[in-house]
């Protein structure tokens, strides 16, 4: 059977510090997993060697079945791999709409040097995609001007508009007011269903892993430590030790 | 109908009419639009963050394909020489492009001044081919094959040059809201997330980089079959910055203000160097610095900011 991603034996140093050392690591379509561990663990590493940020010196990654290791993140973004940042990378120039405008001209390519980008007919999709993700209200507002948790569901929505395979988001609640982290995981849960994307998440918060993630792989010194269900995964002593930081 | 559309279209009537009630401004103001559409070019640049220090060798490149075309051609219609010099600088900036489009910033508007310095060195040390220094003649050519007298071929001139203005005006416009165009603004803001959108920086910038390539080229094919010659002052990095200058004069990013600001630029070089010969850069720095200070948005900065009091002020009355 195919996977949707694949990486095997996945090696990068920086320095004498190992982020990466041999990532061997599978994900099916229709299962998010949650990312966790402690800083410095080579939890972003691997989303960049992924989305070909970077390069491994050894291992391979495999999208759909076919090795995307040297391909640029253009390239790969084009197969379906979209990514989401733990700090939003958005257009600031423009308002909350323009930006998934935008992302959907490059999806489609568009071309047309006379038409408008807010004419366009993509128009009512990006509508339904705010709406998806409760941001209709700041749709015309420039995106500097709105609150971390609304750039953050931004910066997921652009990644949405590509309509991706796979959606890789780093920390996705991280600076969004720990009140409001669940209502931003669930309003986004609900709009990954909507779309059919399977979601890789890095994240800190284990009350939200446990929540909204299918599976859990834990990462330490650049290796895998664990893989498995949230509860099997946040109740190994081990796991609660290294990662979670209680006495047992 | 909006104060901010009847202001522009009573401009535009007057300039329109320059030729029966101002005939002395005629080919003063002529030479500006050419300046002004060559200016459009380096304020497409501006709104993806880019500034180039040698845009003039597109303006050069044009001017000097036309002189060309007429030289190998003699009796060329008006038509052919205007577009294959217009092709000329398309092509260049295509080349020219290809390498530049790698770099930003500094070294992107380095790279371009290099490029025009070197087309500068070879135009001035060809002169079996270029005439050097001396330039190379563009005898007035027929228009749509017609001989014209120069009080006509001036007055076809002044037109064409505003039709030009007017219509690449509105496509540049139109072009920057387009989606080919908004993805050429993010440059400024945001090249990672376009990466993550599936696109090639380099290449959303060589979409604009040509774009303004053929803007300069207009203007500068426009303004050598006025002059009726051209030199390789043409493509010298003080026309670069001559350029720049009036970018921001105008409003940095701001197509209209582009044809403004050429046009003050010009009306203001040609009489303060009239007036006052010895002090004219002066008067035209001093101008220029005022602006910076105190107004950074330039001369559409002005006009929008008044025309938003105005608006507030009606809103207020209703």
Known sequence: ?248 | MSIRIIIPAILLLLLALVPFGAQTLQVLLTLALAKGIAVMGITVLLRSGQVSFGHALYFAIAAYGGAFTLMLMPGADLIVVFLLGVMAAVLSGVLVGLFVARYRFIFFAMLNLAFSMIFWSILEKFYHYTGGADGMRLPRPTVFWIEMERGAYELFMFYLALALAIGLGWFSMRWLESPTGQLFRTLKTNETRLQYLGMSPQRVLMNGYVLSAMLCGTGGILMGLVQGVVTPEYAYWIRSGEMVFIAVLGGAGSVPGALVGAAIYEIVRTYASAFAGDVWQLVLGSFLLIIILFAPGGIAGIYNSLMDRIAGKKEDGE
């Open chain 1, 1 to 248: 059977m195919t996977h949707l991603l694949e990486t095997k034996g996945l090696e990068i140093r920086f320095g004498g510090v190992v982020a990466a050392d041999n990532i061997s690591l599978q994900i099916d379509a229709g299962k998010n997993l949650a990312i966790i561990g402690p800083n410095g663990a080579g939890k972003t590493t691997f989303l960049n060697i992924c989305t070909g940020w970077l390069k491994p010196s050894k291992g391979k990654v495999y999208f759909e079945g076919r090795d995307v290791t040297p391909l640029s993140p253009r390239q790969i973004t084009r197969r379906g791999v979209a990514r989401a940042f733990q700090i939003p990378q958005l257009f600031t120039e423009h308002t909350a709409l323009e930006n998934l405008l935008i992302a959907a001209a490059a999806r489609d390519q568009l071309r047309n040097p006379i038409r408008a980008l807010k004419d366009t007919r993509q128009k009512a999709e990006m509508m339904h995609l705010l709406d998806m993700i409760n941001c209709t209200d700041v749709a015309h507002r420039q995106v500097d001007e709105l609150s971390e948790g609304q750039r953050k569901l931004i910066d997921i929505a652009v990644a949405l508009a590509l309509k991706p395979k796979l959606l890789l988001m780093d920390e996705p609640t991280s600076g969004v007011a720990s009140s409001e982290k669940f209502g931003v995981m669930e309003i986004l849960v609900k709009a990954l269903a909507e779309a059919k994307v399977t979601a890789v998440f890095v994240e800190h918060d284990m009350g939200i892993v446990e929540k909204y993630a299918d599976e859990v792989a834990v990462w330490n010194m650049g290796k895998i430590e664990m893989r498995g269900s949230p509860a099997e995964v946040l109740e190994h002593p081990d796991v609660i030790r290294d990662v979670i930081g209680e006495v047992v």
